[in-house]
């Protein structure tokens, strides 16, 4: 007879990350556009670039974290916002909107 607490999985360290989905990717885009496009049209266009970039798998996601906080400085709310697209090991607190999210 088998033992029993052989046979139970360990628990996570960290519960797996929810699905993003193509909606929430649009509400981020969508968001971006409302902070940059009119005020800041050549920052907008950079963001969309980084963005293209990570999608193609022309950057990793350590050079477009760094290019996006970079890009985002001063707006803590789209930083945190964009945690939800990144792997654990890449998630940041960006401060009192991005409280810790570690």
């Not at 052989?6 to 909606?23: D, F, G, H, K, W």
């Not at 293209?52 to 985002?72: F, K, N, P």
């Not at 945190?80 to 409280?99: E, K, M, S, T, V």
């Amino acid at each position: 007879m088998p033992n029993a607490s052989r046979s139970q999985t360990p628990a996570p360290l960290r519960a797996t990350r929810p699905m993003v989905t193509i909606e929430d990717g649009m509400r981020y885009v969508l968001a971006l556009h409302d902070e940059f496009a009119l005020a800041e049209p050549e920052k907008y266009e950079a963001i969309l670039a980084v963005l293209r970039a990570l999608r193609a798998g022309s950057m990793d996601t350590a050079g477009v974290v760094a290019r996006m906080e970079d890009l985002l400085s001063g707006h803590r709310e789209l930083l945190h916002d964009f945690n939800q697209f990144l792997p654990w090991c890449y998630i940041r607190a960006h401060g009192p909107a991005g409280g810790n999210i570690h």
